[in-house]
């Protein structure tokens, strides 16, 4: 792509670098011979990319775009062209004018690529010389823009299988799905990873019936179906997760828990895979983790005056456990990282252990486990203790033997975070016990419980306003003066493209705080039940889960049948 001295001496001319800064580029490259000038002269950060590439379109006699107007594009350029082979090229047609086509390229000596647009287009491209990312973006706009993944899906039925069942050895397999990549399956399943991010699903499924593998995306908290493949792909399907995930192809007997990494859009991606067997073949399900997701504040998890309140003054204790409880994607872990991104100060070492790591914190350090070598949640924890930690992070309470270290760190002066399975705040109490943590350690110790869960907020560009019937506020226990009291009006979900028709956008959470007073503390001792703990919480003000959500509902957040839905076990 660059010339030794050419595309130098045009940056030199222009006034871009020096004839030493040049020389000291040209010595550089002599020790790495692979690398091109232009690429030595943007690592050393004497020139931007723009640069070298309107030195090489001086060079080459070639017009230069800083950037491409999508929707001036040409779907019908590359209908015949495929997401893979457009990345591994770099080159993309743009837009015909007469007999030619213009054409995005970063490298203007790829004749394989130009070859390749002028066969596929039948006309004669004419490069244009652009920075990388403005192809690349190019490239994934078109393709994001002129198909999903039911398209994608609808062009596997018109090909030849991928894997005929059992008809061929799983090496062999192994070695086309490893090495095609033009392959149907491999756009297929890129595809399912773009939508799923473009959508900002939490979790992808993937799911045989007796005649179609069907994908489902789980979208702020709901499962959709997004697209149906014929079932004589499913094994095909497995198997590209499979070696992906770096999974036992041949295995198909028992579940299998694996990991996948990668980038879309510059972001990094950690997918957490999980196989097992079922009637009609595997199903796989994957939860998305986006590494460089922005970290929340405390103040925008949805707390209201006086919740924020009790939750700043429990993690600024310096000593005690902070229990968050709910169920699997209640959203316990990202206030658990809030409460420590606030807390995060040079004076306070800081340490997690966790399964896996889902953000990645500046200043802290963060162990995940590994049960395969025996690092458990207990383990981990006792290591940490040796450190001279501040404050600890326990991903998840399960057994007793993280419990009770969790305890005694908390009694020994250290601030502790964790999560734990329960319906409700009162509950944590309980189920500590019920793991064999003495009462008393468990009344000494923890400083505050409190359960969460999400709910889904109201897409801001098409909720409708209505006037709620006497039949729906009896439902959820909303009275009709705290309806006069916001105008007579609540909101519904109406659906529009911004929302892609869900009439949501979102979530926030909805919560129930207990602060553990001396008369809880008592109830604990005698081994109260949950209930009573509830009852005692109650006098002191506490809200459960579904007033909390009932305040969604009045401030316009969020609808009725959502909190109906999110709280229909937790409004006792």
């Known amino acids: 792509m660059f010339g030794r001295s050419k595309i130098g001496e045009i940056l030199v001319s222009h006034g871009h670098i020096t004839r030493d800064q040049l020389a000291e580029c040209l010595n550089k490259q002599d020790e790495t011979p692979e690398k091109r000038i232009g690429e030595i002269l943007i690592e050393a950060k004497y020139v931007k990319e723009i640069d070298v590439v309107r030195a090489l379109g001086i060079q080459f006699g070639i017009e230069v775009w800083e950037s491409f107007d999508l929707e001036q594009a040409d779907m019908s350029l590359s209908k015949d062209y495929n997401y893979a082979v457009a990345m591994k090229q770099f080159i993309m047609p743009y837009q015909k004018r007469g007999d030619f086509v213009l054409t995005a390229i970063t490298d203007p000596l790829n004749i394989d690529g130009i070859d390749f647009i002028r066969v596929m287009t039948g006309c004669e491209p004419v490069p244009i010389l652009a920075p990388a ?72 499924h993937i799911e045989a019936s007796e005649e179609n593998v069907i994908f489902r995306f789980r979208v702020d908290g709901v499962l959709k179906e997004v697209a149906r493949a014929p079932k004589r792909f499913h094994s095909a399907i497995i198997v590209r997760v499979k070696i992906m995930s770096n999974l036992n192809i041949a295995e198909k007997r028992v579940p299998q828990d694996g990991r996948i990494r990668f980038k879309i859009g510059g972001r990094d991606i950690d997918v957490r895979v999980a196989t097992a067997p079922a009637v009609h073949g595997e199903r796989v399900t994957m939860r998305l983790l986006d590494q460089q997701a922005i970290l929340r504040d405390l103040k925008d998890l949805g707390f209201n005056e006086r919740h924020y309140h009790i939750i700043t003054h429990a993690i600024a204790q310096p000593h005690g456990i902070v229990l968050v409880t709910g169920p699997t994607g209640s959203g316990k872990s990202t206030t658990l990282y809030a409460c420590l991104n606030r807390i995060n100060t040079p004076d306070k070492n800081i340490l997690t252990v966790e399964d896996p790591v889902e953000y990645q914190l500046a200043g802290i350090s963060q162990m995940p486990v590994n049960a395969k070598i025996g690092l458990t949640f207990a383990s981990g924890l006792r290591s940490y203790l040796r450190h001279d930690p501040d404050v600890i992070m326990v991903g998840e309470i399960r057994d007793q033997e993280t419990a009770e270290i969790a305890i005694q760190a908390a009694l020994t002066g250290h601030l502790v975070f964790s999560t734990l399975h329960t319906n409700d705040a009162a509950g944590a109490f309980t189920r500590l016990i019920d ?39 009896s439902e959820i226990g909303i009275t009709q003066a705290q309806v006069d009291s916001v105008g007579g009006i609540l909101y519904k979900p109406c659906g529009c493209k911004e929302c892609n028709n869900s009439g949501y956008k979102g979530r926030t959470a909805i919560y129930e705080m207990m602060v553990i007073t001396d008369a809880i503390r008592r109830l604990v001792m005698q081994r109260a039940d949950a209930a009573t703990i509830k009852n005692e919480a109650v006098k002191n003000g506490m809200t459960n889960l579904r007033e909390d959500g009932i305040a969604k509902i009045l401030s316009g957040q969020s609808s009725i049948p959502e909190v109906l839905r999110v709280t229909q076990d937790s409004s006792d």
């Open 133 to 204: 990312a403005a192809v690349k973006g190019l490239i994934t706009g078109i393709f994001d823009k002129r198909g999903d993944l039911t398209n994608m899906v609808g062009d596997l039925d018109d090909k030849k299988p991928a894997e005929e069942e059992e008809a061929e050895k799983i090496e062999d397999i192994l070695n086309r799905a490893a090495s095609d990549d033009e392959g149907p399956i491999i756009q297929l399943m890129n595809m399912v990873f773009q939508q799923a991010m473009r959508e900002h699903a939490s979790d992808i």
């Open 435 to 473: 793991m064999g943590v003495e009462p008393f350690l468990v009344s000494s110790s923890l400083e505050l419980s409190m359960a969460q869960r999400l709910i889904r907020r109201l897409c801001p560009i098409c909720k409708m306003p209505y006037e709620p019937t006497p039949e729906e506020l």
